[in-house]
C-alpha cells in the first residue's frame, strides 16, 4: 500500500519548499515539487527606469547575490546595443568566479554536507587517526592530531550541554550514514573553517562592487574607477589584495573541498545510480574570454544534451518563441484566455491562488500545486546547473572539462554513467570549481595586464542617455548562475519597462508538471529513490539538496492562526 509523506518545509535551502511523495515497498513511486512562495518582482519593476532595474532584481536573493544584477544589466546593454570595455567584462568574470567558489563551498559544507555527514558519529573518532586519514589526503596544514583532539573536546561540550545549536534536528544515527567517525570529524573540521573563509573571499565583491551581498553593477559597464594611486579607487593594494583572495579560493578549493569530496564519496557510489533524473539538460554558457557577445569563446559553453546522449549538442536560441516557454497548467498563476505556454518576452505574472486553505494535509496535485511556473525548452523538461555546465563542456570535447572529469571517474573507478546521478550532481559542483578558481586568477592576470598596458576604462557611457535611446527595444540577458541557466528579459517602451520576466535556475528544476502530465527535474530525480525510515526521509534531502534549491523574494504560507505549516522536521 502506498503512503504520501510530506517535507514540509525543506531546510537549508534558501526560500521555500515543499515535497510530497508517495513511497511503496520502500521506494518513492511518485513526487511533487510545490514552491510555497509569491515573487512579485516582475510586477515592481514595470513603468521602471531600465537603468534601474539590476538593484531591484538583485534583491530576489542574497544567497546567489550578483547573478540577478549580471543578467539585468546584460539585458538591458542587449535591448540598447551597448557593448563594455573589456576591464568591465573581466571584472565581472572576477566577480562570477568569486561568487561560484563561494556558493560551491557553502553549499557543500553548510548546506548538502549533513545528508552525508554524521555530526554526532564524529564524537568516536580517534584523533591520531582522524590526523593520519587527513594528511594522506591534502597537504592542508591543519591537520594534527592535537588539533582534532581540540575540535572534539569542543563538539563534545556541544552534546553533553544538549545545545547543538546549528546542529539540531538532523537525522544522527540514521542507516543510510556511512562514514565513518574519522572522516565525520575531518568533515566537521572543515565545516567549520569554511564558516571562517566564506567570509574573506566575498571582499572581492566589495572591493570591485562596493560591498557584499548585492554588489553594484552599471550598464555600461562597472561602476567603480581605476587608479593605481588613487585611496579612493581601485588601486595597486586593493589589486593585489584580489589576487591574494583569489589564491587562496584557489587553495581551500584544492586542499579542503576537493579532498573532501573525494574521501567521502566512495562511501556512498551506490548514489551514482540514484537521483538521475530527466536525462535532459540545459546550459547557457557564460563566461567570454573576448566579451560576452561571442558565444563560441565561453569558458562555459551553451548547449542541451537530450536522453543523456552526450553524442550530440543542441544548439539554444533563448529569443526564439518556439525554444523557451512557461506554462501555468499546474501553477497558481493565469494567462490570457488564449495561451498555453509565454515566451518570456510575451510573459504574464498574475497570481490567481487557487489550492486548499491551510491547514491541509496534502495539495490536490490533480490541480495547480505550486507558485513556480514550468519552463521548457522545445516542449522538454530540462536539468539546470552544475551537472548541466559540466556535461556539456564534457560532451564539447574541451579538454579542461575532459581532464577534470575522467581523473575524477578514474579516482573513484565508476564509470560516465555515474555523472547522471545525485551524486554525479553532486561532484559536478566540485569539479567546475576547480575549473574556476584558475579561470578566475586568468581573468585577474588580463586585468593587471590591460592595466599596464594603459587601459583604464571601466564603463562605456555613449547610451546611457534615453534620449538616445529607440522608442522601442528588447533583450535578454543571461549568465549561469551557480544553481543554473539564468535569463532575464526585458521590453523597453518609450524609456520605460513594458515587461520583464525572470526565468531562473530553480524554476527549471523545481516546477510542477506540465499539461502533458511531465515532471521536471526534482520530481523526476526522486522516482525510485529508496526510503529506509519514512518519518526520516533523509534520502528525499540528498537528491534535494544536490540541486542546491533557490525559492527567493517570497513570503511563507501561514494559516489563519499565522501558524506556519509544516509536517517533517528536518535539519
Known amino acids: 500500500m502506498s503512503q504520501?509523506?510530506?517535507?514540509?518545509?525543506?531546510?537549508?535551502?534558501?526560500?521555500?519548499?515543499?515535497?510530497?511523495?508517495?513511497?511503496?515497498?520502500?521506494?518513492?513511486?511518485d513526487a511533487f515539487s510545490s514552491g510555497t512562495m509569491v515573487r512579485g518582482i516582475e510586477k515592481i519593476l514595470r513603468g521602471r527606469d531600465p537603468r534601474d532595474a539590476w538593484a531591484f532584481v538583485g534583491r530576489v536573493c542574497g544567497v546567489c547575490t550578483t547573478v540577478h544584477s549580471l543578467a539585468s544589466v546584460r539585458s538591458v546593454e542587449d535591448a540598447l546595443d551597448i557593448t563594455i570595455p573589456p576591464n568591465a567584462e573581466l571584472v565581472r568574470n572576477i566577480m562570477f568566479c568569486t561568487q561560484y567558489m563561494h556558493d560551491h563551498v557553502v553549499h557543500f559544507y553548510h548546506l548538502h554536507a549533513l545528508d552525508w555527514v554524521d555530526i554526532v558519529s564524529a564524537l568516536k573518532a580517534d584523533p591520531k587517526k582522524t590526523s593520519e586519514i587527513a594528511q594522506s589526503i591534502s597537504n592542508w596544514p591543519k591537520s594534527s592530531p592535537g588539533y582534532f583532539s581540540d575540535l572534539l573536546k569542543r563538539l563534545g561540550t556541544y552534546v553533553e550541554s544538549g545545545q547543538l545549536g546549528i546542529f539540531a534536528n538532523g537525522y544522527w544515527g540514521h542507516p543510510a550514514y556511512k562514514?565513518?567517525?574519522?572522516?565525520?570529524?575531518?568533515?566537521?573540521a572543515h565545516y567549520l573553517e569554511a564558516l571562517e573563509w566564506q567570509k574573506e573571499i566575498v571582499k572581492v565583491h566589495t572591493i570591485?562592487?562596493?560591498?557584499?551581498?548585492?554588489p553594484n553593477y552599471l550598464v555600461g559597464g562597472m561602476a567603480c574607477s581605476i587608479g593605481l594611486d588613487d585611496v579612493s579607487a581601485i588601486n595597486a593594494e586593493r589589486l593585489a589584495y584580489v589576487g591574494q583572495l583569489l589564491e587562496d579560493a584557489k587553495e581551500f578549493i584544492n586542499q579542503v573541498y576537493i579532498p573532501d569530496l573525494l574521501a567521502i564519496a566512495p562511501y556512498y557510489l551506490d548514489w551514482g545510480a540514484i537521483g538521475g533524473g530527466l536525462g535532459n539538460y540545459l546550459a547557457y554558457g557564460d563566461l567570454g574570454t573576448n566579451g560576452y557577445r561571442d558565444p563560441s569563446a565561453y569558458k562555459f559553453p551553451a548547449g542541451a544534451i537530450l536522453d543523456k546522449d552526450l553524442s550530440k549538442i543542441h544548439e539554444v536560441d533563448m529569443r526564439s518563441d518556439a525554444e523557451i516557454q512557461e506554462f501555468i497548467d499546474h501553477s497558481w498563476y493565469e494567462y490570457p484566455a488564449d495561451a498555453k505556454g509565454l515566451h518570456p518576452w510575451k510573459g504574464e505574472t498574475d497570481i490567481k491562488y487557487t489550492g486548499p486553505k491551510p491547514p491541509f494535509d496534502h495539495l490536490d496535485t490533480t490541480q495547480k500545486y505550486s507558485y513556480l511556473k514550468t519552463p521548457r525548452w522545445k516542449g522538454h523538461a530540462m536539468e539546470v546547473g552544475p551537472l548541466a555546465r559540466v556535461l556539456v563542456g564534457y560532451a564539447s570535447g574541451r579538454e579542461d572539462f575532459k581532464a577534470v572529469v575522467d581523473s575524477t571517474l578514474q579516482k573513484l573507478n565508476v564509470p560516465a554513467a555515474a555523472l547522471f546521478s545525485t551524486l554525479g550532481r553532486t561532484a559536478a559542483r566540485g569539479l567546475e570549481s576547480i575549473l574556476v578558481a584558475d579561470w578566475g586568477l586568468e581573468f585577474y592576470d588580463k586585468l593587471i595586464g590591460n592595466i599596464r598596458n594603459g587601459d583604464t576604462r571601466m564603463a562605456n557611457m555613449d547610451k546611457f542617455d534615453p534620449a538616445k535611446w529607440p522608442a522601442k527595444a528588447q533583450g535578454v540577458g543571461h549568465t549561469e548562475a551557480p544553481r543554473g541557466a539564468l535569463g532575464h528579459w526585458i521590453v523597453i517602451e518609450d524609456q520605460k519597462i513594458a515587461n520583464y520576466q525572470l526565468v531562473v535556475p530553480t524554476t527549471w528544476n523545481a516546477s510542477p508538471r506540465d499539461g502533458e502530465g511531465k515532471q521536471s527535474a526534482y520530481e523526476s530525480s526522486l522516482m525510485n529513490t529508496p526510503i529506509a525510515d519514512e518519518q526520516q526521509p533523509l534520502e528525499i534531502l540528498r537528491t534535494i539538496h544536490s540541486f542546491d534549491p533557490c525559492l527567493a523574494c517570497a513570503v511563507h504560507l501561514y494559516d489563519e492562526e499565522g501558524k506556519q505549516v509544516s509536517r517533517v522536521k528536518v535539519l
Open 208 to 214: 570591485f562592487g562596493g560591498k557584499n551581498p548585492h
Open 179 to 188: 562514514l565513518p567517525p574519522e572522516v565525520n570529524l575531518i568533515a566537521v
Open 4 to 29: 504520501r509523506i510530506v517535507v514540509d518545509p525543506i531546510t537549508r535551502i534558501e526560500g521555500h519548499l515543499r515535497v510530497e511523495a508517495d513511497i511503496q515497498n520502500g521506494k518513492i513511486t
